[in-house]
């Protein structure tokens, strides 16, 4: 069996992808709904940017704490308890989507509940497969995630045109059925063990102090937050470049966001054949994705905006699963809810900080400049960040400088 299916041996892991596949498709559907909601509402980007940014300062306040609770507590009822939670929130939208306040309500309250829930999932899934599999299993969740989320866009797509979005939120509330599913069937004997912390270490300060020893997963995370916060945002430019200079409607938006699905299906695939999930990989990755979304503020049409928005979405899903799998497989395990609360931090940050910049700028200079503009910053800070770790490399090299776990000799390999 090849690398990337050998976690598909696995009966939890089955149970899992197919479930998570069900419910990823769900989400996104969910997604292009609100967002399309909320522009025909407004017509505004920014107040678009405004939602994604209360779905994430929950994240950013309370993530730390979601961290210790997913190295402290049993992952599977937490999990439940989460999925419960968001199938409710889902079916309130199904009732009322004439007003923005109970869309800016769901969010927040999504965002108190991935403030827990990211952490949890991530633990709880390198628990699925052995070991020496998880960095496959990994990959392969990449793209299983796109996959679904290319089903969920194109169907959303096509949906919300004919029945308006209501229908696509009843979708996702029911799609949760499908993990909840999962969760009770999934055998705990089947399951590894992962290391627990002593009651000492298992603390938010204890976490922060283990992110803070390592100073080039600092790079690491700045870069990404940077990138994150005016590279990633796409679901605010490609629906007001759509509204926008490129004149398309909901189906337009549809099928960029279609492209973009498949591109990172694309990505995933790309990294899981070469395994070369390497900081020099993350760094060039970054440098050319800036560029490339500096080019699609210049694209003439919706297909020119399409061919561009294919690569920077194989690319962002490389930048992620780099940065998550040098996580998932070289850091300690009873550290790893922390760790990948530091990671959700950085992402929330991302939509706080971007979502409504990317908006605004999209609202005052179009979003044609917003994207150049942006474009330029990134590509600098991802030269930046490239020269800062090179520098590390070439004055540590022999001293085993700790690059999440390993050397950052042994990374470039």
């Known amino acids: ?5 050998a976690p598909l041996r696995e009966r939890n892991f089955r149970l899992w992808a197919v479930a998570d596949l069900v419910s990823t498709s769900g989400t996104w559907m969910q997604v292009l709904g609100l967002n399309w909601v909320v522009l025909s509402m407004t017509g505004s980007a920014a107040t678009m940017g405004f939602t994604v940014m209360a779905q994430a300062l929950p ?30 929130l889902a079916l309130s939208l199904v009732f009322d989507t004439g ?25 709880f899934g ?20 796109s996959a679904g989320r290319i089903g969920g866009m194109a169907l959303g797509g096509v949906l919300v045109g004919f029945t308006g979005p209501a229908p696509l939120f009843a979708i996702n509330a029911a799609s949760y059925l499908a993990v909840i599913g999962a969760l009770v069937v999934i055998r705990s004997g089947s399951m590894r063990p992962l290391a627990v912390a002593p009651e000492s270490d298992r603390g938010v300060r204890a976490g922060l102090r283990y992110v803070l020893s ?75 994705i800036s560029v490339l979304q500096l080019c699609s503020g210049l694209a003439p049409n919706v297909i020119g905006f399409a061919a561009l928005i294919l690569p920077i979405a194989a690319g962002a899903v490389v930048l992620d699963t780099v940065v998550s799998t040098r996580v998932q497989l070289d850091t300690r395990e009873e550290m790893r809810g922390r760790v990948l609360a530091a990671l959700g931090v950085t992402s929330s940050l991302s939509g706080i900080v971007g979502a ?53 000799a042994e990374q470039a390999i």
Not at 59 to 74: C, H, Y
Not at 129 to 144: K, Q, R, T
Request: charged share 10%; aromatic share 4%; glycine share 16%.
């Open 1 to 5: 069996m090849a690398p990337i299916l």
């Open 59 to 88: 994240v950013l306040v309370l993530g730390g704490w979601g961290g210790a609770l997913a190295d402290r507590l049993p992952a599977r009822p937490l999990l439940i308890a989460c999925h419960v939670a968001r199938a409710l």
């Open 99 to 123: 007003r923005l306040w109970p869309i800016y309500a769901v969010a927040l309250a999504s965002g108190v509940i991935s403030a827990v829930e990211g952490p949890t999932l991530g633990r």
């Open 126 to 145: 390198s628990a699925l497969v052995p070991g020496e599999v998880l960095g496959s299993a990994l990959a392969l969740g990449s793209v299983l995630s």
């Open 214 to 288: 390592q100073p080039v997963v600092l790079i690491v995370l700045a870069l990404s937050l940077v990138l994150g916060s005016l590279g990633r945002n796409y679901q605010v430019t490609m629906a007001a470049m759509t509204a926008g200079p490129l004149h398309g409607g909901s189906g337009s938006y549809g099928v960029l966001s279609t492209v973009f699905a498949v591109g990172a299906v694309v990505g995933g695939l790309l990294l899981a054949g070469s395994g070369r999930a390497t900081l020099p990989v993350l760094v060039g990755t970054g440098l050319t």
């Open 356 to 408: 409504p910049l990317i908006g605004w700028l999209c609202d005052t200079i179009g979003p044609r400049g917003a994207l150049v503009l942006a474009g330029v910053i990134t590509t600098a800070a991802a030269a930046a960040g490239g020269m800062a770790l090179a520098r590390i490399a070439g004055s540590k090299t022999r001293s085993a400088v700790p690059v999440l776990g390993r050397t950052l």
